[in-house]
């Protein structure tokens, strides 16, 4: 669709208030909407990761590119008042589909915004038509030694290369901007503040992680989608919610990591697209 720099301003930058926090979204396109939620790496928001998703998703339906609870340009309230809990933003993700005033809302996550979105496809039913988990989080105890360069991120330059090599495929070449961009929205004072305070709160929790009990709530149908060659969620991970979830199904990506919205975008937009477009 473009390089980063080329889609930047692409898209319609609005923004809501969710019981207090004002939230950040992009927004495009018309028909069914549907709500995509980012992952919880250091530099993430809405549009670094789904600057090349939103245009191929946009021909199909109303696209809302949502910035997450101390993430990107929405709100990061102070960590000294505040818990950078999952259920805040279960809370909060659910608060933003409230405002907007829609009924009900298929929703897209990644890693951390899936489990997100997962978490209110379980507690608020009535609002999710269908969900999408794309190498999400919801089975991760624990943290492996190889992700910890993620969790402790040093806000450097450097730091950040060292998390995208981790997060992607051998093959993938990382565009220079979008190293840049995540540079920047990470070392921000306040976002730095809300990044640590989370990870603290994953780490106390030992992982980001549901029992799966809860996981078996899940209702709505539901696809499972990700790359062969996650690190972070590897492809028997993601089979457990496929066994968890009765009305689901699953497709991954060959030569493709934790992102696959950014490495693989046109598989990735289609193959969602066909299955949110699905009877």
Known sequence: M?????????????????????????????????????????????????????????????????????????????????????????????????ALGIDKVSLVGNSMGGMTSLGVAVTRPGLVDKLVLMGSAGLNRGIREELRPIQRYDYSREGMATIVRILTHESYVPDEGLLDYRYALATEPTTRAAYTATMGWVRDQGGLFYEEDFIRKVAVPTLVTGGKNDLVVPVPVAIRFLELIDNSWGYFIPDCGHWAMIEHPADFAAATTRFLLST
């Not at 396109?29 to 995509?36: E, I, K, M, Q, S």
């Open 2 to 98: 473009g390089t980063f720099k080329e889609m930047r301003g692409a898209f319609a930058e609005k923004a809501v208030d969710v019981a207090g926090v004002r939230t950040r979204y992009l927004e495009a396109g018309a028909g069914p909407p549907v709500v995509l939620i980012h992952g919880g790496g250091a530099g993430a928001d809405c549009y670094g990761n789904w600057y090349d998703c939103i245009p191929r998703l946009a021909g199909s339906f109303r696209v809302l590119a949502v910035d997450m609870l101390g993430f990107g340009n929405s709100d990061h309230p102070d960590p000294k008042g505040f818990a950078y809990s999952q259920e805040a933003r279960v809370d909060h993700l659910a608060g933003f589909v409230a």
